[in-house]
């Protein structure tokens, strides 16, 4: 089947726009996390949900950060007032439930803030 | 809290020669331990996983690692490197959950250079 899927994959916004992107899951797949990877470093958490709830969003840098997944697949992660910091790539993955589950990333939205 | 270092940032190495990658990890409870595989404009791509089964796993294109609970490390290791192997490879700590999926911690990554 198909596996995680991102869209879009390159965005650029100016500097005080708002973005959305989008991250279709495995189908099936309970857990869905969203990571940054900023050049050069490893992916760092943002947030995670089981199904429609959002468990855990600690990671999120500000709250200028937001992510949904109203109906427990699509989702989607939104940044208002989009500041050059926030250039970065936005990884998706998903996993059946459990700690022991692999995650299966996309392959990502290249942010660029200019 | 839960991290991991991985010691080198980069390694070059023969194409044919063994391959070693780095890394020592940092963890509150049991963890589970992973080695992700990301070439460029790729997605990440799991290698092999360790989750408290046996200490020597193995995992795709020949790749293998040994969890050493003494040493805290979880080194990464080929015996015969490929060209296709060139890519960076990053060490990941997750702690063992009994029930919910849990948050990826990363490296910082090693890239591999593999040269003829």
């Known amino acids: 089947g198909a596996g995680v899927s991102q869209s879009p994959r390159y965005k650029v916004a100016k500097r005080g726009q708002d973005v959305a992107l989008r991250c279709d899951p495995i189908s099936g797949h309970v857990s869905l996390f969203w990571y940054q990877q900023a050049l050069g470093q490893g992916p760092e958490f943002l947030t995670y949900?089981?199904?429609?709830?959002?468990?855990?969003k600690s990671g999120l840098p500000s709250d200028r950060f937001f992510a949904e997944r109203p109906e427990g697949s699509v989702s989607t992660l939104k940044i208002q007032r989009t500041q050059q910091e926030d250039s970065a790539v936005y990884l998706c993955?998903?996993?059946?439930?459990?700690?022991?589950?692999?995650?299966?990333f996309g392959p990502g939205t290249r942010l660029t803030v200019t | 809290a839960q991290s991991v270092t991985q010691l080198d940032s980069h390694v070059s190495v023969s194409e044919g020669t063994p391959v070693l990658l780095r890394c020592n990890y940092s963890?509150?409870?049991?963890?589970?331990l992973f080695w992700y595989v990301q070439h460029p404009n790729k997605g990440l791509q799991l290698l092999l996983k360790y989750t408290s089964a046996a200490t020597l796993v193995k995992g795709i294109n020949g790749f293998e690692a040994e969890f050493k609970k003494s040493e805290t490390s979880f080194h990464l290791t080929k015996p015969s490197a490929h060209m296709s192997d060139a890519a960076e490879y990053f060490c990941v700590v997750s702690d063992t959950d009994t029930g919910t999926a849990s948050k990826l911690t990363f490296g910082t990554g090693t890239r591999l250079q593999v040269t003829l």
């Open positions: 993955a998903s996993s059946q439930a459990g700690a022991s589950y692999e995650q299966y």
């Open positions: 963890s509150s409870y049991s963890p589970s």
């Open positions: 949900f089981q199904n429609e709830a959002q468990l855990d």
